[in-house]
Nanobody, 123 residues
Framework: AVHLVQSGGGSAQAGGSLRLSCAAS????????MSWYRQVPGKERDFVSS???????TYADGVKGRFTISQNNDKNTLYLQMNTLKPEDTAMYYC?????????????????WGQGTQVTVSS
């Protein structure tokens, strides 16, 4: 079974930094395309950033230049470095596996979600 375990997050002042981590398990010796989303109560979950197994990244307009997505060398741990935080970044952050590749072949395109981690930014 595929599992995602998130860590990091917490509280910060505006202008500060936080780092989120997300460790994937379930597929050994495979690479993962992964994403970060965030959600505030009463609203839909919004895309924040993604990275594919080739290292190509995308960002939502509101976080470009402030957030950096990355993976470890084994492509099974995802990170989100969040700098110059703003109060509007306050949300529950979720990581997601988009696709799994083993031996270069797509083996799973199910979206698996992490448990979520709260980020709170005060002004």
């Amino acid at each position: 079974a595929v599992h995602l375990v998130q860590s990091g997050g917490g509280s910060a002042q505006a202008g500060g930094s936080l780092r989120l981590s997300c460790a994937a398990s379930g597929y050994s010796y495979c690479t993962h395309d992964m994403s970060w989303y965030r959600q505030v109560p009463g609203k839909e979950r919004d895309f924040v950033s993604s990275i594919d197994s080739d290292g190509a990244t995308t960002y939502a307009d509101g976080v470009k230049g402030r957030f950096t997505i990355s993976q470890n060398n084994d492509k099974n741990t995802l990170y989100l470095q969040m700098n110059t935080l703003k109060p509007e970044d306050t949300a529950m952050y979720y990581c997601r596996i988009d696709r799994v590749y083993c031996g270069g072949a797509l083996v799973d395109s199910t979206n698996y979600w992490g448990q979520g981690t709260q980020v709170t930014v005060s002004s």
